[in-house]
């Protein structure tokens, strides 16, 4: 098989983006799992998503990755940070260490995701300190626009960071 999609998603975000790079990838030899279901079916690339747990990928993805010998990989996620260059580069150091030496790496592809109303629970309760307050709000602003995410140009970036893998 040529391409395989193999996603973690907890709330369905992550799926979302999977759905749009599967459906962008060329040809009929292709597939997408969730990797909780997936039993070693083989392809040439496979395309790895994840949502960013703590700053970076959970244990069954770092699981997957450290099995996957030899391949081309392109990885993909969601988070709830918006886009901040140098902590989006920050995920790609610490997920990317999991792959194998053996293996080739093409990129990542990483967007925002909305997260659970628990979260912004926390932001909602204001501080004293005038430097945790402002941070306070800006995480609050930050959950508000995670809301809309993924959201159309998120899915149609995926589609352009899949023609950029394979060219
Ligand atoms: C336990 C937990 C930890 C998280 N840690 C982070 C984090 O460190 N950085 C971040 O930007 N988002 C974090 N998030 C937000 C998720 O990564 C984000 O909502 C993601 O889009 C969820 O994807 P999913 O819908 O595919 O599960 C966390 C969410 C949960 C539930």
Known sequence: ?????????????????ATEIFSALPGMSKDMQNIEEYR??????????????????????IDILSEL????????????MGKGTAYYRTIEQKVTVWLPDD???LGMFLCQGKMPMKVREKYEISREDPRE?????????????????????DLSDARA??????K
């Open 103 to 105: 293996c080739e790496y």
């Open 1 to 17: 098989m040529d391409y395989m999609v193999l996603y973690s998603s907890k709330t369905g975000n992550t799926k979302k983006v």
């Open 40 to 61: 070693g079916k083989d392809a040439d690339v496979f395309f790895v998503g994840f949502w960013v747990d703590r700053g970076t990928c959970s244990l069954p993805v």
């Open 69 to 80: 010998h030899g391949k081309k990989i392109a990885l993909f996620g969601t988070c709830g």
């Open 133 to 153: 307050e402002a941070l306070r709000k800006e995480m609050l602003k930050n959950f508000d626009e995670a809301l809309f995410h993924p959201n159309d140009d």
């Open 161 to 166: 960071f899949v023609e950029q893998m394979l």
